[in-house]
C-alpha cells in the first residue's frame, strides 16, 4: 500500500470537512445519532463534541500506528482504539453531568459505529501524517458539530419554542410536538439537504458561467 | 502499514504484536481515566439519589439510608457497608417518618431501567418516581421520564398491602393509553410501550419485595432521623 498521500495544504484538510465534504449534509454519515439525539441543541452539541473528540483521538493514534499495524488486522485494531476512546468520552460524560448522560443514553456508545469514524481512520488516517490526520479529524468533526446543532436548534426552536432551554416565544406558544419526535428528525435533515444541494448547484452554475469557452473541469 | 507480498502467507508474530500492543495500551488508558474519574463519577450519583429522593418524597425534609439486614429487619447504613439493598427514609421537619424512597431496576427496551419511586405510609402509594439510570431511546422511550400524563400515574398509585400483610393487595397492572380505571393501574405511552410497561413491572417487583418488610419493621425507621 502506497503509504503516504500527495500532501495537500493544511487548511483544506480542515476547511473541506465544514463544507465541501460535509459529513452529514454531503457524504451523510453518522445519520443515527444525527437523527436520534438532534432533539435538543444541548443534545446535539453534545453528541457532536463527544464525536469530535474521539475521531480527534483515533485519527491520532491510527495515524501514529501506521506503520505498526499490519494489514490484516488494522480493522480489528481501529475498532479497539474507536470503542477506548467511546469509553473515555463516556467516563467524561458522567463526570461532567449525569443529565447529559441521561439524556444522550445509548448513543454515547453507539458512537464506536458511527462510519463517519471508522471511514477516516481507515481512508485517510492510515495514510497520512499525524498532522495531516489532525487537521482531517478536526475538520470533519466540526463539520459533524455543526451539522448536528443545525438539526438541533430548528428541532427545539420548532418543537419546543426554546434554544439551549432558553424560551424564545411567548408563554402561549404550542411548540410543533413533531419536531422534537424522530419524524421531525428526518423532516429538518431534508430541508437542511435541500437548501445544501441547492447551494451546491447554484454556485456551480455560476462558476460554470465564469469559465472560458472551452475550458474543461467543474468546480463545486 | 506493512502488507505481505502476494502469494506469501502473512507472518503472524507483527499481527500478534500489533494487537497485544494496542489492546495494552487502550487498556491502560480506560484504567486510568477510570481512576480519575470514577470518584466524581460517585459524587455525582450520589448527589443525583439525595436529589430524587426529596423529589419523589416531597413532604421530607431529611432523609436516612438503610439496610437490610438478614433479609427481615432494617439498620442505618454504616460506612463501607455495601450499596445494594438499601432504602432511603423520609422525615419531615418534626421528624417525623413521612415515607420510603426504593429503588428498583428492571429489564426496558434497550438496557436495564433503575428507579426511585416514594412511598407515603398515610394513604399506601406510591407518591412519585423519578428514573435514576436508562438507556430508553431518545425522543421515545424516554418519555417515561418527562411524559407528564404517565407521571401522573405515580401521584397516588394503589400499592395497599393484602389483609395478611405479605403480598400486595393488588399487582401493579400496566394498561394501554386512556384506559386505566383502577389505582393500580398504569397507563402506558403510546410509541413506548415497552419502556412504560417496565416501568409498571418494575415497581410492582420491587413495591412487593419491599413493603410487606416495610410495614412489618416500622419501628426500625422511626427515631433515625439524622
Same mark, same amino acid.
Given at each position: 500500500m502506497s503509504d503516504e498521500s500527495v500532501p495537500t495544504p493544511g487548511t483544506d484538510e480542515f476547511v473541506k470537512g465544514l463544507?465541501?465534504?460535509? =459529513? %452529514? &449534509?454531503?457524504? %451523510?454519515?453518522?445519520?443515527c445519532p444525527a437523527l436520534a439525539v438532534s432533539n435538543t441543541a444541548r443534545n446535539a452539541l453534545a453528541m457532536g463534541l463527544a464525536t469530535l473528540f474521539v475521531l480527534v483521538g483515533s485519527n491520532l493514534v491510527v495515524s501514529s500506528l501506521r506503520h505498526f499495524v499490519p494489514r490484516q488486522v488494522r480493522i480489528a485494531t481501529y475498532i479497539l482504539v474507536i470503542a477506548t476512546f467511546v469509553t473515555v468520552v463516556d467516563y467524561a460524560i458522567q463526570a461532567i453531568s449525569l443529565d447529559l448522560h441521561k439524556a444522550l443514553g445509548a448513543f454515547i456508545s453507539l458512537i464506536v459505529v458511527n462510519c463517519l469514524i471508522l471511514g477516516r481512520a481507515e481512508a485517510f488516517a492510515s495514510r497520512n501524517h499525524v498532522g495531516t490526520a489532525l487537521l482531517d479529524a478536526l475538520g470533519m468533526g466540526t463539520g459533524f458539530v455543526l451539522a448536528l446543532l443545525s438539526l438541533g436548534a430548528v428541532r427545539e426552536i420548532l418543537g419546543?419554542?426554546?434554544l439551549f432551554g432558553v =424560551?424564545? &416565544?411567548?408563554?402561549g406558544f404550542q411548540g410543533w410536538v413533531v419536531m422534537i419526535l424522530p419524524a421531525g428528525g428526518f423532516f429538518t435533515l431534508a430541508g437542511w439537504l435541500l437548501l445544501f444541494n441547492w447551494l451546491r448547484e447554484r454556485r456551480a452554475t455560476r462558476l460554470a458561467a465564469l469559465e472560458p469557452v472551452g475550458a474543461t473541469g467543474g468546480g463545486r | 502499514m506493512s502488507a505481505a507480498p502476494p502469494g506469501e502467507q502473512p507472518r503472524v508474530w507483527p499481527m500478534y504484536r500489533a494487537m497485544v500492543g494496542v489492546g495494552l495500551m487502550c487498556g491502560l488508558l480506560i484504567v486510568g481515566v477510570f481512576q480519575w474519574t470514577g470518584p466524581r463519577i460517585a459524587r455525582n450519583r450520589a448527589e443525583a439519589l439525595e436529589r430524587a429522593i426529596f423529589q419523589v418524597l416531597p413532604a421530607a425534609r431529611s432523609s436516612t439510608t438503610f439496610r437490610l439486614v438478614d433479609g427481615e429487619r432494617f439498620e442505618p447504613r454504616g460506612e463501607g *457497608?455495601? /450499596? *445494594?439493598s438499601l432504602v432511603h427514609a423520609g422525615y419531615d421537619a418534626e421528624g417525623e417518618l413521612v415515607g420510603l424512597a426504593l429503588e428498583g431496576r428492571g429489564m426496558g427496551y434497550q438496557d436495564v431501567i433503575h428507579v426511585l419511586f416514594g412511598y407515603a405510609?398515610? *394513604?399506601?402509594?406510591?407518591?412519585g418516581i423519578r428514573v435514576l439510570e436508562s438507556r430508553e431511546?431518545?425522543?421515545? !422511550? *424516554?418519555?417515561?421520564?418527562?411524559d407528564p400524563g404517565f407521571l401522573a400515574n405515580f401521584d397516588a398509585l394503589d400499592v395497599r398491602l393484602d389483609e395478611? !400483610?405479605? /403480598?400486595?393487595?393488588?399487582a401493579i397492572e400496566p394498561v394501554k393509553p !386512556?384506559?386505566?380505571?383502577? /389505582?393500580w393501574q398504569v397507563d402506558g405511552i403510546t410509541g413506548a410501550t415497552i419502556s412504560s410497561v417496565a416501568i409498571a413491572n418494575i415497581l410492582d417487583q420491587s413495591a412487593a419485595f419491599w413493603i410487606p418488610r416495610i410495614r412489618a419493621r416500622l419501628d426500625d425507621f422511626r427515631g433515625a432521623q439524622p
Open positions: 463544507w465541501r465534504e460535509n =459529513p %452529514v &449534509f454531503v457524504q %451523510v454519515l453518522g445519520m419546543s419554542g426554546s =424560551p424564545l &416565544f411567548h408563554e | *457497608d455495601a /450499596a *445494594d405510609f398515610a *394513604d399506601e402509594t406510591v407518591v431511546t431518545p425522543g421515545l !422511550g *424516554d418519555r417515561i421520564e418527562t395478611s !400483610g405479605s /403480598a400486595l393487595a393488588h !386512556g384506559e386505566k380505571t383502577e /389505582a
